[in-house]
């Protein structure tokens, strides 16, 4: 029994040796290794372009449109027109109640009567002490205090009499005509109450587009920008602004479009302000130069190789820099 069993255990070992030896005797295709792949190399093409500081403020494209006010604050009194109807220049539009405009006159003349009986008290009240001096001093004092506000007199005098007029020529002109022919696109009602400024009504002229940009800007901030364009339906169209067309008490800013554009009254727009313009020069990403010892370098590619460069440079922004010298259109700069 013990014989046989070890039989077998020498016959299953001989037959295992066997197959592996007859696999080591088969012809294999030995797996090749990977080689490590080369760190890929970026570049940046030196090209000219435009650099530029931009400002982004949010859009509409509107008709334009005028909004309406009295001169004086008060009551309306009647509105001769609806919402949405369309009228002509010098139509009128809205009455307001007379009253509001004879107060303002009636309290402009008190001011300058007033004013006039002030002067007349204070020289009378220093025309007495004088009486009373006694010595040539006190008497130099008061004649100058004398003439001290007869001149501060003649200097108001002028400011309150140019109100009174001002508020008199206004008697009479409590309505509101079309400015130009339009549609009114919003409208207080009879019997309402609006502050002095403010507006009764608005109408806008849909023969005549322009882009409305969030924010009041004035002429001299207008001055500070190189360049205005808008982004619409996703192209790039020319601006312009004109100081005649913008209002101190405005939120916003009317700039006219300059071309031929496919848009629509409501469409939103992205209005683009473009300040310190360098045209064609140039340039590589920022990001690209290091700088060492008040220097700066980059890794200009030449051929398979990379070479450090010193490059000078001009005006940068945000993502941009100027080359001014160490670098020549086409050269490819490393950019990893």
Same mark, same amino acid.
């Given at each position: 029994?013990?014989?046989?069993?070890? %039989?077998l255990?020498?016959?299953?070992?001989?037959?295992?040796?066997g197959?592996g030896?007859? !696999?080591?005797?088969?012809?294999?295709?030995?797996i090749?290794?990977?080689?490590p792949?080369e760190?890929?190399i970026?570049?940046?093409?030196? $090209?000219?372009?435009?650099?530029?500081e $931009?400002? +982004?403020?949010?859009?509409?494209y509107a008709p334009?449109?005028e909004?309406?006010?009295?001169e004086?604050?008060g009551t309306?009194?009647n509105?001769?027109?609806?919402?949405?109807?369309?009228?002509? !220049?010098?139509?009128?539009?809205?009455?307001?109640?007379?009253?509001?405009?004879?107060?303002?006159?009636?309290?402009?003349a008190?001011?300058y009567?007033?004013?006039?009986?002030?002067?007349d008290?204070?020289i !009378?009240?220093?025309?007495?002490?004088l009486k009373?001096?006694?010595?040539?001093?006190?008497?130099? %004092?008061?004649?100058?205090?004398?003439?001290?506000?007869?001149?501060?007199?003649?200097?108001? &005098?002028?400011?309150?009499k140019?109100e009174w007029?001002?508020a008199?020529a206004?008697?009479?002109?409590?309505?509101?005509e079309?400015? %130009?022919?339009?549609?009114?696109?919003?409208?207080r009602?009879?019997?309402?109450?609006?502050?002095n400024?403010?507006?009764?009504?608005?109408?806008?002229? =849909?023969s005549?587009?322009?882009?409305?940009?969030?924010?009041y800007?004035?002429a001299?901030?207008?001055?500070?920008?190189?360049?205005f364009?808008? $982004?619409?339906?996703?192209k790039?169209v020319?601006l312009?602004y004109d100081?005649k067309?913008?209002?101190?008490?405005? /939120?916003y800013?009317?700039?006219?479009t300059?071309?031929?554009?496919?848009?629509?009254?409501?469409? %939103? +727009?992205?209005?683009c =302000?473009?300040?310190?313009?360098?045209e064609?020069v =140039?340039?590589?990403?920022?990001?690209? +130069?290091t700088?060492?010892?008040?220097?700066?370098?980059v890794y200009?590619?030449?051929?398979?190789?990379? /070479?450090?460069?010193? $490059?000078?440079i001009g005006?940068?922004?945000? =993502?941009?820099? &100027?080359?001014?010298?160490g670098? !020549?259109?086409?050269?490819?700069?490393y950019?990893?």
């Amino acid at each position: 029994m013990n014989k046989k069993i070890g %039989f077998l255990i020498l016959l299953l070992c001989g037959s295992v040796l066997g197959s592996g030896c007859a !696999k080591n005797a088969e012809k294999t295709q030995e797996i090749p290794l990977l080689e490590p792949a080369e760190a890929v190399i970026q570049t940046e093409e030196v $090209i000219y372009r435009d650099l530029y500081e $931009i400002t +982004v403020r949010d859009g509409e494209y509107a008709p334009y449109t005028e909004e309406l006010s009295f001169e004086e604050g008060g009551t309306i009194e009647n509105v001769f027109v609806k919402l949405g109807q369309t009228v002509e !220049k010098g139509e009128l539009l809205a009455e307001m109640d007379q009253n509001a405009y004879i107060n303002a006159e009636t309290n402009a003349a008190n001011r300058y009567w007033e004013a006039i009986m002030e002067r007349d008290n204070e020289i !009378k009240r220093l025309e007495q002490l004088l009486k009373k001096a006694q010595t040539a001093e006190e008497r130099k %004092f008061y004649n100058l205090s004398i003439q001290q506000t007869q001149d501060a007199y003649v200097a108001n &005098e002028k400011l309150l009499k140019k109100e009174w007029d001002e508020a008199r020529a206004k008697l009479g002109n409590n309505i509101i005509e079309a400015p %130009f022919d339009g549609v009114i696109t919003a409208l207080r009602s009879k019997g309402d109450r609006v502050e002095n400024g403010k507006a009764a009504l608005a109408i806008s002229d =849909l023969s005549r587009g322009f882009v409305v940009a969030d924010g009041y800007l004035s002429a001299s901030d207008a001055a500070k920008y190189d360049r205005f364009f808008a $982004i619409i339906n996703g192209k790039r169209v020319p601006l312009s602004y004109d100081e005649k067309m913008q209002k101190e008490t405005d /939120t916003y800013t009317l700039f006219q479009t300059v071309g031929g554009e496919n848009v629509a009254f409501g469409d %939103f +727009v992205s209005v683009c =302000l473009i300040k310190n313009l360098h045209e064609h020069v =140039l340039s590589i990403p920022k990001k690209l +130069v290091t700088r060492e010892n008040q220097k700066n370098y980059v890794y200009v590619l030449e051929g398979e190789r990379s /070479t450090r460069r010193e $490059i000078q440079i001009g005006y940068s922004n945000e =993502l941009f820099v &100027e080359v001014t010298d160490g670098l !020549k259109e086409g050269d490819r700069v490393y950019a990893k």
